[in-house]
Nanobody
Framework: QVQLVESGGGLVQAGGSLRLSCATS????????IGWFRQAPGKEREFVAA???????????DYADSVKDRFTISRDHAKNTVYLQMNSLNPEDTAVYSC?????????????????WGQGTQVTVSP
């Protein structure tokens, strides 16, 4: 069982930045890779970013085209926390952002592959 708790959402003006945190806990939480998804009102949930352990101390990151070069995903193992740094935000980034845990060898782009989800945090970007 893995628990995930997001924080860091809020209201920001266009062009601003926010850093979301995803605190993980649970006996086997370190065995899971972490992804971020978002869902805007009336829209489908969409992939944002994921961090996948590639062996040793190597982690690979994946990003949706819409956030590439603006968002950065990172992980602090000592704090059991995954971060999503979001820069140059625009109103189209407004959504509920959720982190989720996925076992190794599965597609991080597919939300149906994830095993555990956090409750989500609201991000609102004003024009």
């Amino acid at each position: 069982q893995v628990q995930l708790v997001e924080s860091g959402g809020g209201l920001v003006q266009a062009g601003g930045s926010l850093r979301l945190s995803c605190a993980t806990s649970g006996r086997d939480s370190y065995n899971y890779n972490i992804g971020w998804f978002r869902q805007a009102p009336g829209k489908e949930r969409e992939f944002v970013a994921a961090l996948t352990w590639s062996g040793g101390s190597v982690f690979l990151s994946d990003y949706a085209d819409s956030v590439k070069d603006r968002f950065t995903i990172s992980r602090d193992h000592a704090k059991n926390t995954v971060y999503l740094q979001m820069n140059s935000l625009n109103p189209e980034d407004t959504a509920v952002y959720s982190c989720a845990a996925i076992g190794s060898g599965r597609s991080v782009w597919n939300s149906n592959e994830y095993d555990y989800w956090g409750q989500g945090t609201q991000v609102t970007v004003s024009p």
